[in-house]
Nanobody, 126 residues
């Protein structure tokens, strides 16, 4: 399965961006798709995930209430709506897929994802 992320850009503090991740598999047969991010000089961190079959969503505490992840079954895409952006949100954002369910806790664990798409850069300036 290939994933392609798009939608990054440069914005000011408080503005919004919407990222999109397209999956090559139609229909998508994996367990979940997530967004993770990596800021310069830092490790890759979980941002949000959606379990494909149920639509259940999971969020990192740092983005709860500001970011919304959603999936479109018909288009086989996953979007990340990012509102009230902060400089700390500056990072390369990656979408990643998980083939099988191994417990909800694993959604928050970057190494648990089986395949990764390209990244898209988000820059938030104050």
């Amino acid at each position: 399965v290939q994933l392609q992320a798009s939608g990054g850009g440069s914005v000011q503090v408080g503005e919004s961006l919407r990222l999109s991740c397209a999956t090559s598999e139609r229909p998508f047969s994996g367990n979940a798709v997530a967004w993770l991010r990596q800021a310069p000089g830092k490790e890759r961190k979980f941002v949000a995930a959606v379990r494909w079959s149920t639509g259940t969503t999971y969020y990192a505490d740092s983005v709860k209430g500001r970011f919304t992840i959603s999936r479109d079954n018909a288009q086989n895409t996953v979007s990340l709506q990012m509102n009230s952006l902060e400089p700390e949100d500056t990072a390369v954002y990656y979408c990643a897929g998980k083939s099988y369910y191994t417990g909800a806790a694993d959604y928050f664990y970057p190494p648990a994802y089986d395949y990764w798409g390209s990244g898209t850069l988000v820059t938030v300036s104050s």
